[in-house]
């Protein structure tokens, strides 16, 4: 294993460190009954530990304590199939259509009339005016055809039950708490993934640079970072690259890099790189031109230069520009001059979207229960459905396989 340090960066490479991941894995793909309800009960703590989730579970189990409310729901999923199915109900679905329209405008012209001028006032009123006798006149037709409707009055009486009962029971207020939750992890979630980035793009400078570059010569290289070039599916994290002698003339790609903050999100990446490269080079055998067809790539093939504009320089693309880039004679995959750079973890066998999955339904599941043996077998079953057939712990063995590949994969460690 081969590290780099500073103050606050530890960075570990090479196949020690790879297998040091795979053999300290906890792969839900090859979990039994047993081990994965030892999994969960390891994992709890640390989940419950995090408001949003301990949130989650407070709603989950307030409805499980009232099975009158579990009732209440299914007998108003009995009334909305009804009310759908009375003569009524298409007229009373573009009447609310309607009337949502309205008060939107309503809402929109009371602001304008805070903020114009006299010169304006009388021509937005007489809108204003215009819109609430429309208003008047839906409402009234409304209250007609709720009148004519006994399953649409069944439906209203139910759903003001529902609502008075959530409220009585507290729910309103824990789902309200719970959406300031994930508004505050998603502001620092954000915040996080800056940070990240820029530790990654100092990381290659630092140890992937030097590298490629020839007798360390590095005065034409460049890193290019959120290179798109006028493609659907080619958001790439970071290219570094040559300049060509003579400006104008297409670059050279010399590798490409993925960051990923999460270690099982690393499979994503390889997956929708190996696709990219394929584009890139050509080799329309490996990917669907009907989903990288843009109004610049007509074709769907990269058939043209491209140019990605970076701190006020151009850098020009052609096909020729990833010639460095091969296939592995076995297995046919890129792997030399593809660059990982991601954070230690643990593998688990499917992605991170995944595992935000299995958190969420274990917070909210109202079924299912660690001791009964059928909830949980159910609940493993579901979360082996959400791998795909290459997850992140196989893209490491790729990496090992190669002598001297395993370097690629950079793994960056807390801070100490």
């Not at 989650?56 to 499980?64: G, N, P, T, V, Y």
Request: charged share 30%.
């Amino acid at each position: 294993m081969a590290s780099s340090s500073s103050s606050s960066l530890r960075v570990s490479r090479g196949t020690r460190e790879l297998h040091r991941l795979l053999q300290q894995s906890v792969d839900l793909r090859g979990l039994d009954l047993e081990g994965f309800r030892r999994w969960l009960t390891q994992q709890l703590p640390f989940w419950e530990a995090d408001p949003a989730f301990a949130q989650r579970a407070r709603i989950r189990d307030l409805r499980r304590a009232h099975p009158e409310l579990l009732a209440l729901e299914r007998a108003l999923r009995r009334a909305t199939a009804a009310d759908e199915a009375s003569p009524q109900a298409p007229r009373l679905l573009q009447v609310e259509e309607e009337l949502s329209r309205v008060e939107k405008a309503l809402a929109g012209l009371g602001d304008a009339l805070t903020r114009a001028g006299p010169e304006k006032q009388t021509g937005l009123q007489r809108k204003l005016s215009g819109f609430q006798d429309r208003q008047r006149v839906l409402l009234r037709e409304q209250a007609l055809l709720t009148q004519a409707s006994p399953p649409r009055q069944e439906l209203l009486r139910l759903r003001a039950e529902w609502q008075r009962l959530r409220s009585l029971l507290g729910l309103e207020r824990a789902e309200a708490e719970l959406a300031e939750l994930l508004l505050h992890q998603g502001r620092r979630s954000g915040n996080a993934g800056g940070s990240f980035e820029q530790q990654a793009l100092s990381l290659t400078w630092h140890s992937i640079v030097p590298g490629l570059a020839r007798n360390g010569a590095t005065a034409r290289l460049r890193v290019l970072t959120g290179v798109g070039l006028g493609a659907a599916r080619t958001e790439l994290d970071q290219l570094l690259i040559r300049q060509p002698l003579r400006p104008g003339q297409p670059v050279e790609v010399l590798a490409l890099v993925e960051v990923k903050r999460n270690l099982n999100d690393l499979a994503h990446g390889f997956r929708r790189r190996q696709e990219n490269l394929a584009w890139f080079k050509g080799d329309s055998g490996h990917y669907d031109a009907q989903l990288y067809r843009t109004r610049y790539f007509r074709s769907g093939h990269f058939d043209r230069e491209a140019v990605h504009e970076q701190d006020g320089e151009r850098f020009v693309f052609t096909r020729d520009s990833f010639r460095l880039f091969r296939r592995e004679p076995v297995g046919e995959s890129f792997l030399r001059r593809l660059f990982f750079i991601t954070r230690a973890g643990t593998l688990l066998g499917v992605s991170a979207a995944a595992m935000a999955r299995i958190r969420h339904r274990v917070s909210t599941d109202e079924r299912w229960r660690l001791q009964d043996d059928a909830s949980l077998l159910a609940l493993l079953r579901w979360c082996q459905s959400l791998a795909e057939p290459l997850e992140s712990p196989d893209v490491l063995r790729l990496y090992c396989s190669v002598p001297g590949l395993a370097r690629q994969v950079l793994v960056l460690h807390r801070d100490r």
